[in-house]
Antibody, heavy 116, light 110 residues
């Protein structure tokens, strides 16, 4: 299982910080990549990026200049930081476990609103 | 950049009918990299099909996927009431390594 946590409100120009806690297995399992996906209200799904437990990352070029995904193996967690937030970044943010180019385990999602 | 186009945008059908949802890729992609998800309101997406034609664990056999060149199809052979939802196709591209979703098809009760 994976579960997102973090603040539901971020100020414009601020930085979003979310954590995904992995339970029922090790984040260091060599099979899996760990991913962040978001969904703006009433819109479709958008892949943000992914990380492997050894620290390798891939990012969506649309976010590359302001996104950082990191892993904390001691806590079995991975995290998302997204800087320079605007209203357009208001969305439900999901973490998920990747296996062979798809995701079969998703968190319930956390709504992040960008507002002053 | 790889673009996935899903059609139709909305499909109105009745329970018991057959649903055919399409996803077209803007360039050649390996079937291995194509997945389908179902999403209901207020829920996370649920993996249905991976590798274009393989059902994920626990997915009923009324769901099937197929591929022909850059065209991918999700078929629901006989619609159940719980199948009315939004469906997304998703593809992995290698240059650069990234994932792309289609814009979704809304399957609604007629």
């Amino acid at each position: 299982l994976v579960q997102e946590s973090g603040p539901g409100l971020v100020r414009p120009s601020g930085t979003l910080s979310l954590t995904c806690t992995v339970s029922g297995g090790s984040i260091s399992n060599n099979k899996y990549w760990w991913t962040w996906v978001r969904q703006s209200p009433g819109k479709g799904l958008e892949w943000i990026g992914e990380i492997y437990h050894r620290g390798f990352t891939n990012y969506n070029p649309s976010f590359k200049s302001r996104v950082t995904i990191s892993v904390d193996k001691s806590k079995n967690q991975f995290s998302l930081k997204l800087s320079s937030m605007t209203a357009a970044d208001t969305a439900v943010y999901y973490c998920a476990r990747g296996d062979s180019y798809n995701w079969n385990y998703w968190g319930q999602g956390t709504l992040v609103t960008v507002s002053s | 950049e790889l673009v996935l186009t899903q059609y139709p945008g909305t499909l109105s059908l009745s329970p018991g009918e057959r649903a055919t949802l399409s996803c077209r890729a803007s360039q050649s992609v390996a079937s291995t990299y194509l997945a389908w998800y179902q999403q209901k309101p207020g829920q996370a997406p649920r993996l249905l099909i991976y590798g274009a034609s393989n059902r994920a664990t626990g997915i009923p056999d009324r769901f099937s996927g197929s591929a022909s060149g850059t065209d991918f199809t999700l078929t629901i052979s006989r619609l159940e009431p719980e199948d009315f939802a939004v469906y997304y196709c998703q593809q992995y591209g290698t240059s650069p390594p990234m994932y792309t979703f289609g814009q979704g098809t809304r399957l609604e009760i007629k």
